[in-house]
């Protein structure tokens, strides 16, 4: 009798575990399939924001002081994610049947709970970090359903909520570290602006990856970046001050200057690859999803521009396993 009680209490359990798994139960492929649901190489991208708007507000004296503000980006970024997936199932059936969820390698059950477990968990260290990045995380999630629910459907707005959500991610870490400094104000105004555009324009980009047509507006936008970046970043980030007044050179700045100059590199390769290909239809795909792990680029060179070099060599060293990862999961 007893036996049976135990049977009938954990039944529910086992179930979601073979949801969890899949319908063939190997460890592997429910790996794989997990990984491919959240998009495993974009994660990598997601750390530098807090990073950066920590260090921006002098609070990331130690390396790991802006992990909290981290994980709530993670966790939200994550919660949208699977939320994407969940509102795309039957688009998802007709023209990316391979996807765990249209494909039936994840229930629907189990997304919906990981999905409300990232949230929770997000919400729930954001509430313990302080009040602020409370009301900015709250913010997040609500922009994250708007997205996935009503957003993503227009070219405009749908682009608009992505680089917004990556801004609110940034000033997650701002807000972190308590007061933030006055001196790098300018820096913070800076940045916001930079991830707006920036996303934006990818995110255009990959609107139009199932329409496989070239948004030329968008490719000009993302143009705009790194030339923004060059002539501005430096002197608003105030890294080239002591060098031209005090002739003091900060060690961070050719770390600054040469995460730069990758990025725009980068950019400037893809952008050739989708104006100069007479099929795109690969190419749309792979290069937002090398767009998408290019900011960590540009989040290394601004910890590093604001004059915090081991800040930045930890975000930079997340560009290696995105790329890895990059070429064995969709990112797009």
Not at 37 to 55: K, S
Not at 78 to 94: P, R, T, Y
């Amino acid at each position: 009798m007893r036996i049976s009680k135990i049977v009938e209490i954990t039944e529910p359990f086992s179930k979601l575990r073979e949801d969890c798994i899949g319908d063939a139960g190997a460890a592997d492929g429910a790996v794989k399939n997990w990984c491919r649901l959240l998009r495993v190489p974009n994660l990598f991208t997601v750390p530098g924001d807090p990073v950066l708007g920590h260090v921006i507000a002098e609070g990331a004296m130690g390396l790991f002081a802006a992990l909290p503000a981290v994980v709530v980006s993670l966790c939200m970024y994550c919660f949208g994610l699977v939320g994407n997936d969940l509102n795309d199932i039957e688009e998802d059936k007709e023209e990316r049947p391979e996807r765990p969820l249209a494909s039936g390698a994840i229930s629907k059950r189990a997304a919906r709970l990981l999905a409300g477990v990232f949230l929770v968990a997000g919400l729930t260290v954001a509430w313990h970090i302080n009040t602020a990045v409370f009301i900015l995380a709250v913010s997040l999630g609500m922009t994250i359903w708007m997205y996935n629910k009503f957003l993503k459907r227009n070219s405009f707005l749908g682009p608009l909520g992505v680089s917004t959500c990556r801004v609110l991610s940034l000033l997650c870490g701002y807000h972190a570290a308590g007061t933030g400094s006055e001196y790098l104000k300018n820096m913070l105004y800076f940045s916001c602006i930079v991830w707006l555009i920036y996303f934006f324009a990818v995110s255009l980009i990959a609107y139009h990856e199932t329409r496989r047509k070239i948004r030329v507006e968008a490719l000009l936008l993302l143009c705009t970046v790194p030339v923004a970046w060059a002539v501005s970043a430096p002197f608003v980030s105030m890294a080239f001050y002591p060098a031209l007044l005090l002739k003091e050179s900060n060690p961070s700045i050719l770390l600054a200057v040469s995460a730069s100059c990758i990025f725009t590199f980068i950019i400037a390769k893809n952008i050739s690859a989708l104006v100069f290909k007479s099929d795109v239809r690969g190419t749309i795909s792979s290069s937002a999803g090398e767009l998408i792990v290019n900011i960590i680029l540009l989040q290394t060179a601004g910890c590093a521009f604001v004059g915090y070099p081991r800040q930045a060599l930890a975000v930079m060293m997340l560009f290696i396993p995105a790329k890895i990862l990059g070429k064995i999961f969709y990112s797009s």
